[in-house]
């Protein structure tokens, strides 16, 4: 498992290569459509203990004081280069408002055929009706409904 530090040392210079700029534990990067955001995050329960959370902020979803199209994920700490594979692969997602409005779209369909009742109760075939995108299941109706109307 890879130290917070030898991460930061590792990934700096690929983020900055991507064009994101440091601020505190973060590095971001502007668009004309969405902010994305890589994360350290430090753990209470110990200086070795992190969490890797890239996300992205959908810039044109203002905030309501509470979440503001945020969407994110948790990256497990393994190695240096997995952690930046995973990374890659979570900002591939997010490459216009037009997938994103189709994602979730997708999404909504997939929540009406799988209410969370039949979930709880394991009568979900995930990979027979796989999830769009689990990340979506963290985003609120009201910016579900905010990302429509874009």
Do not use: C
Not at 36 to 47: A, D, E, K, P, T
Not at 84 to 103: A, C, R
Not at 128 to 134: C, G, H, K
């Amino acid at each position: 498992m890879v130290t917070k530090n030898e991460l930061i040392e590792y990934i700096s210079p690929l983020l900055k290569e991507y064009g994101f700029k440091k601020k505190g534990s973060a590095w971001l990067k502007t668009t004309e459509s969405f902010t994305y955001r890589f994360y350290i995050q430090g753990s209470v329960y110990g200086s070795d203990q992190y969490y890797i959370r890239p996300g992205i902020i959908i810039n044109s979803i203002p905030s309501d004081g509470i979440k503001y199209g945020h969407i994110s994920a948790d990256i497990a700490v393994t190695t240096k280069e997995e952690i930046w594979s995973k990374t890659q692969e979570f900002y591939s997602q997010w490459h216009s408002i037009e997938y994103l409005k189709t994602l979730v779209l997708d999404f909504i369909e997939w929540e009406k055929r799988n209410p969370v009742e039949k979930r709880r109760n394991g009568l979900v075939n995930y990979e027979e009706d796989p999830v769009p995108s689990e990340y979506l299941f963290a985003v609120t109706e009201r910016t579900k409904k905010a990302i429509l109307e874009l």
